[in-house]
């Protein structure tokens, strides 16, 4: 699809390098003449160019640029964007002290008025041991840039990177070649499928006054008087707001019966905003606009109003800020179905039948199990046997990445249905595994958890994440060939707020389990090795969640309970964790941990002893905790009627206190309370040493979201619980039940469950109905019940669930009422995952 113009062309290569010493023109790229610098050299391996870059760990120059580089003339590109890439592996590189720093392969150059600029490839930094792989960058060239220069190296890491100079491209895939003519069935469905995504914009309907009011903002420019147009807030670009009125513009004038249908001056109108935009060319400092959000916006636009964008330069210059999405390395998952979904719409607008099929392709390849390689690594992401959204790592992302995924995915399943790009029968079982398995379960009365949601918790969260997810819902319903009525419940069930969905999930590659009763929901949320806690370092949203995801319980009755309470929360003081009080700075809008003076999130857990285990009906759940100072042994039972979580072994070695929370939530109405019970919005609690604090906390919704600048005051009143654990604690621990839907006599009175164990060995309980939940810590005995492992089991009758919360055991050996089985545990993507033994 894209003609690639190369350096090699000799009427360019002279304006384009410029080094010490002059070249002849016509030296393709692997005759570039490198400056090699201290720890970078260039080597012949197997016929081929390859730069060496080796520091040594204790190089007092680490924090220096230890690249190779050439220079580069950039004035004949202005306006262009080139594209480069090359292949590189990895021998033992040490994570840098900041994240944009380790490997380059980086752009600099200085723009017009000296200011200096760094384009990388965008991709986190890279440190361990990795194999070849590509790598690539875009970056728009502006009128004026000159100095350019290139690196290749290691900044702040060392080790070995290697660079494989005969693989090193840079291309203008601007320039493009006219698309083959469509055959008449092509011509056909490309219709079918335009009007379709036509009338599904339509469905966003603007109001006549809104139209009026944008049109009285227009400059005679096209720019609009109530944006900023020198914001530059990567998180919420306030530019960006001038192509979504255009959008408006766009709906208004195409949508039949609207006051603003074909208006003249509409049109005129938006006109002059696009081709503003085509002439100038705004550019973000992140990435997720200039490839993603603007591409959208335009070709929606192209797709809106064809009439008013005839074949001229104005359009000409449009597609080519269009061309902006394109398939780089760095996208993975949900950031590879966005820029695929740009294309095809492009291919579109373009009647490009190979962009069509190249787009189609990648976005019904992501319809799939994800990989089983590097599931640690930042890269990694996409649908888990669990039924779980990975991305950004493996972290749950139901509510960010992987909610944008599941819609996504519901949009093509019916603009593409009855074409031949419509989703295979073995892509709608991996579809229905995700809606079935994963997002059905975490919704409860039409909101989603919290704690499923990923990094965007801000306002009303909880509520639009699971008003777009029932929505995708309604779309599979439409399309899904297997038919409607399994979407139907679901809708039904949190239409009508009357839960039909009753059970334990625990979804194994993601720590994090689902307790569902006809009248409430609870859920926690844990950390491990193989789990990347929530993320708080990406465009400043969720910048005190640390510890949101460390054993954090919630618990649901009317799903609101936690309604836009985040932003006043203690974040070292969340439902069902144990935490030191850390200290937080904040600078600015800018809120970051003291403990983590790089300011680097977390990429994985820190302890191996997390996992759970369920029968379907019952679930328990452990977390060993290791993290800022702090190290505890939780465990959480959920039975039918009632929440037990017993924590031991709690040892702190910060001068913060340290403190176990038992809820956190909004207070609504009368709290009740006598020896060792609270009672509070019909929920009840029960243990000893808990103490109780109410009243009222604000906070600021920056804090959740990054892209907000001004101060935007939250106020909410309280109920927690919390139990105190002091300074430094040693060997402290704690019990407590919680009774969702219990009256306050019920909860003074309550004996249905009990605590058989809470030590470092073992902690276990007996369910009302007489079920054993257990976690072993080491091998031991429990009434007639013997594990030589440690793992996790429910014990009923002659039937064991054994789970393993290492995931690496392969096999267990249990005895039950002098009857001793071996048993083999599942592997690969299974490990973690609940077995069943009938003795």
Request: proline share 5%; with cysteine.
């Amino acid at each position: 699809m894209y003609k690639r113009i190369l350096f090699i062309l000799p009427a360019l290569l002279g304006a384009v390098l410029s080094t010490a010493a002059a070249r002849p023109a016509g030296i393709d790229e692997g005759k570039i003449d490198w400056e090699q610098t201290r720890y970078a050299r260039i080597i012949r391996r197997d016929g081929r160019k390859i730069l060496q870059v080796r520091v040594p760990e204790n190089a007092p120059d680490i924090a220096n640029k230890n690249c190779a580089f050439f220079n580069i003339n950039l004035a004949p590109f202005a306006g262009e964007e080139l594209m480069f890439s090359i292949r590189m592996r990895g021998k033992n590189i040490s994570r840098p002290l900041h994240s944009y720093n380790g490997i380059k392969v980086m752009l600099f150059y200085q723009d017009r008025n000296g200011k200096k600029n760094y384009y990388d490839t965008g991709e986190p930094a890279f440190y361990g041991t990795f194999d070849w792989r590509p790598t690539a960058a875009c970056v728009l060239i502006p009128p004026g840039a000159h100095n350019g220069r290139f690196r290749l190296g290691l900044q702040e890491s060392s080790g070995e990177v290697e660079f494989d100079l005969d693989s090193f491209r840079i291309t203008l895939p601007g320039h493009v070649e006219k698309p083959q003519p469509l055959s008449p069935e092509q011509e056909k469905e490309f219709d079918l499928v335009q009007s379709r995504m036509r009338a599904e914009l339509q469905k966003s309907r603007v109001r006549p006054d809104t139209i009026r009011r944008r049109l009285a903002q227009q400059n005679a420019d096209g720019t609009f008087r109530d944006i900023d147009y020198s914001n530059r807030n990567n998180s919420s670009w306030q530019v960006a707001r001038h192509l979504q009125y255009a959008l408006e513009f766009a709906l208004a004038w195409s949508t039949a019966g609207h006051e603003f249908h074909h208006d003249e001056a509409l049109g005129r109108a938006l006109r002059n905003a696009v081709n503003w935009w085509g002439e100038n060319r705004p550019r973000s400092g992140n990435w997720w606009w200039n490839d993603m959000a603007i591409p959208q916006y335009l070709t929606e636009i192209l797709l809106l109003a064809p009439e008013l964008f005839p074949d001229d330069p104005l359009r000409q210059n449009i597609l080519k800020i269009c061309r902006q999405a394109k398939f780089l390395p760095r996208y993975t998952g949900n950031n590879r179905v966005f820029i695929a979904q740009n294309i095809f719409r492009r291919a579109l607008v373009e009647r490009d039948p190979a962009a069509a099929a190249e787009a189609a392709a990648v976005i019904t390849e992501e319809v799939r199990p994800a990989p089983v390689h590097n599931k640690t690594r930042w890269a990694f992401g996409g649908i888990r046997a669990d039924g779980c959204y990975h991305q950004h790592g493996p972290q749950i992302q139901f509510g960010n990445y992987g909610g944008e995924f599941f819609a996504n995915v519901a949009n093509w399943s019916n603009l593409w249905k009855d074409t031949r790009w419509q989703f295979s029968a073995d892509q709608w079982k991996v579809i229905r595994h995700l809606a079935f398995d994963g997002f059905q379960w975490v919704l409860w009365n039409g909101n989603m958890d919290l704690l499923a949601i990923g990094r965007q918790l801000g306002r009303n969260a909880a509520r639009s994440k699971g008003y777009r997810t029932l929505s995708a819902l309604r779309k599979l319903s439409n399309a899904d060939p297997g038919g409607s009525a399994p979407y139907r419940k679901v809708l039904e069930r949190n239409e009508t707020k009357t839960n039909s969905l009753v059970g334990n999930r625990h979804f194994w590659n993601s720590d994090y389990m689902v307790h569902r009763r006809p009248q409430w929901y609870a859920s926690v949320r844990m950390n491990s090795v193989r789990v990347r806690p929530i993320e708080d370092d990406t465009n400043g949203d969720n910048a005190l969640g640390r510890y949101f995801s460390d054993g954090s319980c919630l618990i649901l009755r009317s799903g609101n309970e936690y309604e836009n309470i985040t932003p006043c929360w203690d974040w070292t003081r969340l439902p069902g964790t144990t935490l030191p009080a850390s200290p937080i700075i904040t600078l600015n809008t800018q809120r970051r941990w003291t403990l983590s003076p790089t300011r680097d999130s977390r990429l994985l857990g820190e302890t191996k002893f997390v996992g759970g285990v369920t029968d379907g009906t019952h679930g328990a759940a452990v977390f060993t905790m290791d993290l800022d100072g702090v190290k505890a042994k939780k465990a959480y039972f959920f039975d039918t009627d009632a929440i037990l979580q017993l924590g031991t072994g709690i040892c702190g070695t910060v001068p913060h206190e340290v403190a176990t929370t038992v809820n956190c939530c909004l207070r609504n109405g009368e709290i009740k309370q006598g020896k060792n019970w609270f009672h509070h919005d019909g929920i009840g609690y029960r243990g000893e040493h808990i103490t109780l604090k109410t009243g009222k906390r604000t906070g600021d919704w920056r804090i959740l979201n990054g892209g907000l600048l001004t101060p935007q005051p939250e106020t909410r009143d309280l109920f927690e619980l919390r139990i105190p654990h002091g300074v430094r604690p040693k060997s402290a621990s704690y019990a407590f039940t919680i009774l969702p839907g219990a009256t306050p006599e019920e909860t003074a009175n309550w004996n249905r469950t009990e605590i058989l164990a809470n030590n470092d060995n073992c902690q276990a309980v007996k369910f009302s109905d007489g079920t054993i939940g257990a976690i072993f810590h080491a091998p031991g005995k429990l009434g007639p019940f013997e594990t030589r492992q440690p793992g996790i089991f429910l014990i009923a009758g002659r039937k064991v669930f054994a789970a393993d919360p290492t995931a690496e055991l392969r096999r267990i050996t249990l005895t039950l009422d002098g009857v001793t089985r071996t048993i083999a545990l599942p592997d690969g993507e299974m490990a973690g995952s609940t077995t069943e033994i009938t003795f």
